[in-house]
């Protein structure tokens, strides 16, 4: 399912710093976004960033530990429901994979595990989602993605929130405006309960 194409460079990225940068430029962007969902749950944004930062900084080793045992590679980078077609009912294909940015596509696996896990969470499939990661962890014998998988989960609905917001500053019919605002909120709830 997942690549297994990774290098010296495609290592890298799995860097705190370089997640902590991807952090940091996520919730920069709630700032910018004027509306009354991104000012009303301001406060909450950035207690939600500061715990993130505050993981990332607590847990250096684990990441570096991520590094050596090569799960930095080139993932899909958006993988959620909405990416994902069934054929036959039996065979799955991944569609609208990220390839124009490096530091989305460049990651550990567990961030491709993380979205879709949240996304199960969010369409109210929390059976699916432990039973997905509970397969995942079985056959690729992951020991640690336990240790990061709730805090990609948070991320990866921050991300979410921040794409509801973007589309309800975005759209000129007030009913869809209002449901993307709702969604985002939905998304921050969500993430907060990863916390």
């Known amino acids: ?28 962007t709630f700032g910018k976004l004027n509306t009354k969902m991104a000012v009303h749950k301001l406060s909450g944004i950035y207690n939600i960033h500061k715990k993130l930062i ?17 799960k930095i590679r080139e993932i899909h980078g958006d993988l959620y429901l909405k990416n994902i077609f069934i ?51 079985e056959r690729s014998k992951d020991t640690s993605l336990r240790d990061l998988l709730y805090f990609l989960m948070c991320y990866k609905a921050c991300i979410r929130a921040k794409v509801s917001l973007f589309r309800a500053k975005n759209e000129t019919d007030n ?12 998304f921050f709830e969500l ?4 916390l």
Request: glycine content about 2%; overall charge positive.
């Open 1 to 28: 399912m997942w690549s297994t194409i990774t290098n010296d460079k495609i290592k890298s990225y799995g860097q705190p710093r370089f997640i902590k940068k991807k952090i940091d430029e996520n919730f920069e």
């Open 54 to 70: 505050a993981f990332l900084k607590n847990n250096r080793t684990l990441f570096y530990r991520r590094i050596k045992q090569g």
């Open 87 to 137: 054929v036959n009912d039996r065979r799955l294909y991944l569609y609208d994979r990220i390839e124009f940015n490096d530091t989305l596509r460049y990651a550990d696996v567990i961030e491709d595990v993380a979205h879709l896990s949240m996304d199960l969470d969010y369409n109210k499939r929390e059976d699916l989602r432990r039973h997905f990661v509970s397969q995942y962890t």
């Open 175 to 186: 009913q869809k405006r209002i449901w993307f605002e709702e969604e985002s909120k939905d």
């Open 191 to 194: 993430a907060e309960s990863y």
